[in-house]
């Protein structure tokens, strides 16, 4: 299966005064003068969260290449700020997918992520190891793992900036009903504000993910929109765990429709309006068909940014298959992909002498490129490419 201050205080005026000793006896000492009153000490004012990328510097002399390097390296007419691809796709795109992408929506606006910018995000949850890479190396590991990746990124398509996240799932859809019957375990508001502290201070994304269980789009977005009023902080919705139709999540694939997601999009529209914030990026999973329905009366609003991100694991073939088929037909306005640590590697065993976790170098951290884990020159071929990137 696919699958965030100033500290005053007053100020100390020291004041010399000289001793009539040292003075001559005919010339009185004058009175000592008043200290004059400290001036109020301004606080300054919280310095605003920005977005510090990583982008690889372009070769500001390139060599000469072969004609066929430079013919697989040429702009794709067809894309948005069109840069140079690192290959060319991997199948024969017909003129019926070149004629949907890009995706004719608003123009991006002051602020925006995509297309400027290729996010790269580490998915899960520090309270589980089993549910993705944010929760297995302890966060010092974790966190300096997510910036090489990040590099490694940038630096195999230098025409993005890359933009590290941190991809926290903050509703964890659940197997029994709970108290309100709603199968799904809101996170404390402790455990998201340590990773968005560990977003904020390094100039990153925090993306907070939406389990629904039985519960609704509506009623888990409101609990986090004190955490959207930031300006690095943005909403995905997994739609796989979303049980519109009934049943226990995790023993059946859920559902999202348009209408779910057009939801979403005017609640942080709204929201960026009314914080003056810059564009939110709205996250939304899928590796089926059913998972999400009603694309084409997805609603685009240049205030939301919205990407649908091909989440499934498996052999890189079937990655692919799956990105051709439920993500290049259905066109919204981005695209994302998702890597899977174990997952994917397990879909093909390591050769040599590779450990099965293929942890030795930076570049192996990434993806060694034989062991199952796709490498990012392996997605870039993907046509479109992929703008945001999530590993599990």
Same mark, same amino acid.
């Given at each position: 299966?696919?699958?965030?201050?100033? $500290?005053?205080?007053?100020?100390?005026?020291?004041?010399?005064?000289?001793?009539?000793?040292?003075?001559?006896?005919?010339?009185?000492?004058?009175?000592?003068?008043?200290?004059?009153?400290?001036?109020?000490?301004?606080?300054?004012?919280?310095?605003?969260?920005?977005?510090?990328?990583?982008?690889?510097?372009?070769?500001?002399?390139?060599?000469?290449?072969?004609?066929?390097?430079?013919?697989?390296?040429?702009?794709?007419?067809?894309?948005?700020?069109?840069?140079?691809?690192?290959?060319?796709?991997?199948?024969?795109?017909?003129?019926?997918?070149?004629?949907?992408?890009?995706?004719?929506?608003?123009?991006?606006?002051?602020?925006? $992520?995509?297309?400027?910018?290729?996010?790269?995000?580490?998915?899960?949850?520090?309270?589980?190891?089993? @549910?993705?890479?944010?929760?297995?190396?302890?966060?010092?590991?974790?966190?300096?793992?997510?910036?090489?990746?990040?590099?490694?990124?940038?630096?195999?398509?230098?025409?993005?900036?890359?933009?590290?996240?941190?991809?926290?799932?903050?509703?964890?859809?659940?197997?029994?009903?709970?108290?309100?019957?709603?199968?799904?375990?809101? @996170?404390?508001?402790?455990?998201?504000?340590?990773?968005?502290?560990?977003?904020?201070?390094?100039?990153?994304?925090?993306?907070?993910?939406?389990?629904?269980?039985?519960?609704?789009?509506?009623?888990?977005?409101?609990?986090?929109?004190?955490?959207?009023?930031?300006?690095?902080?943005?909403?995905?919705?997994?739609?796989?765990?979303? @049980?519109?139709?009934?049943?226990?999540?995790?023993?059946?694939?859920?559902?999202?429709?348009?209408?779910?997601?057009?939801?979403?999009?005017?609640?942080?529209?709204?929201?960026?309006?009314?914080?003056?914030?810059?564009?939110?990026?709205?996250?939304?999973?899928?590796?089926?068909?059913?998972?999400?329905?009603?694309?084409?009366?997805?609603?685009?609003?240049?205030?939301?940014?919205?990407? $649908?991100? @091909?989440?499934?694991?498996?052999?890189?073939?079937?990655?692919?298959?799956?990105?051709?088929?439920? $993500?290049?037909?259905?066109?919204?306005?981005?695209?994302?992909?998702?890597?899977?640590?174990?997952?994917?590697?397990?879909?093909?065993?390591?050769?040599?002498?590779?450990?099965?976790?293929?942890?030795?170098?930076?570049?192996?951290?990434?993806?060694?490129?034989?062991?199952?884990?796709?490498?990012?020159?392996?997605?870039?071929?993907?046509?479109?490419?992929?703008?945001?990137?999530?590993?599990?």
């Amino acid at each position: 299966m696919l699958r965030v201050r100033s $500290i005053s205080g007053p100020l100390l005026l020291v004041v010399s005064l000289l001793g009539t000793g040292c003075r001559e006896p005919s010339k009185p000492a004058p009175p000592p003068e008043r200290p004059k009153a400290p001036k109020p000490v301004a606080r300054p004012a919280t310095i605003p969260w920005a977005p510090r990328p990583i982008g690889a510097p372009r070769d500001p002399a390139p060599k000469a290449r072969t004609d066929r390097a430079a013919r697989d390296s040429a702009p794709d007419s067809n894309q948005r700020n069109a840069v140079p691809l690192v290959a060319r796709p991997r199948f024969v795109l017909s003129p019926t997918d070149s004629a949907r992408w890009p995706v004719k929506g608003p123009a991006p606006l002051a602020g925006a $992520i995509l297309p400027q910018y290729r996010v790269v995000a580490y998915y899960g949850n520090p309270l589980s190891p089993r @549910m993705g890479v944010l929760g297995f190396p302890p966060p010092d590991q974790m966190l300096a793992r997510l910036e090489r990746t990040a590099v490694e990124w940038a630096k195999a398509d230098t025409g993005h900036k890359v933009l590290p996240a941190l991809h926290l799932i903050v509703t964890v859809a659940q197997g029994r009903p709970g108290a309100g019957g709603k199968h799904r375990l809101r @996170m404390s508001d402790s455990l998201i504000q340590r990773v968005a502290g560990w977003a904020e201070q390094r100039g990153w994304l925090l993306f907070v993910d939406i389990q629904t269980g039985h519960s609704t789009v509506a009623a888990e977005l409101e609990p986090l929109i004190p955490y959207l009023r930031r300006p690095y902080v943005h909403l995905a919705l997994d739609p796989e765990f979303a @049980m519109t139709r009934g049943g226990v999540p995790g023993r059946r694939i859920g559902t999202l429709d348009a209408a779910d997601v057009n939801l979403a999009i005017r609640r942080l529209a709204k929201l960026v309006t009314e914080e003056k914030l810059p564009p939110k990026v709205l996250v939304v999973h899928r590796f089926t068909r059913g998972m999400l329905t009603g694309t084409e009366r997805i609603q685009l609003d240049p205030r939301v940014q919205v990407v $649908i991100d @091909m989440d499934g694991f498996g052999a890189s073939w079937h990655k692919e298959y799956a990105y051709r088929h439920f $993500i290049l037909p259905y066109p919204v306005q981005y695209t994302g992909f998702k890597l899977f640590y174990k997952n994917d590697r397990l879909s093909r065993a390591p050769s040599g002498n590779l450990s099965p976790d293929c942890s030795r170098t930076v570049s192996e951290d990434v993806g060694c490129g034989d062991d199952g884990l796709m490498t990012p020159q392996q997605v870039l071929r993907l046509y479109p490419q992929p703008l945001y990137i999530q590993y599990q």
